[in-house]
């Protein structure tokens, strides 16, 4: 089963920035929808920002909406995360995540549960 591939977590201060990769490239065929996603110590896991793979529509959770921008590398097939001004309370495991659609899919959805396939998670911690 094909699984999407976080990269590019670490540890950052507050106020800086940072970009998060996701290898997509067992999701080329067909038509999906894919997600970034976190979740903190006892926290329910919460969307940060998806994109579909035909469709320029985007949509951004309430948490980090106005400092992140998700975006789609075809030529790379990754789907990135580009984070600005983090604050400590961003520290979580983020997660990247894909879903099937079709030619007759008209909704983005972020919702975690309507999503199948997970990567492992990348740690971002932000701390002074």
């Known amino acids: 089963q094909a699984q999407p591939v976080e990269s590019g977590g670490g540890r950052v201060q507050p106020g800086e920035s940072l970009r998060l990769s996701c290898d997509i490239s067992?999701?080329?065929?067909?038509?999906?929808?894919f997600g970034w996603f976190r979740q903190g110590p006892g926290r329910k896991r919460e969307a940060v920002a998806c994109l579909a793979s035909d469709d320029p529509t985007k949509e951004y959770g309430a948490s980090m909406k106005g400092r992140v921008a998700i975006s789609r590398e075809d030529d790379l097939n990754t789907v990135s995360l580009q984070m600005i001004r983090l604050r400590p309370e961003d520290t979580s495991v983020y997660y990247c995540?894909?879903?099937?659609?079709?030619?007759?899919?008209?909704?983005?959805?972020?919702?975690?549960?309507?999503?199948?396939?997970w990567g492992q998670g990348t740690q971002v911690t932000v701390s002074s």
């Open positions: 995540a894909a879903r099937e659609t079709s030619a007759f899919t008209i909704w983005l959805s972020c919702a975690p549960d309507a999503y199948t396939h």
């Open positions: 067992g999701f080329t065929e067909g038509y999906h929808q």
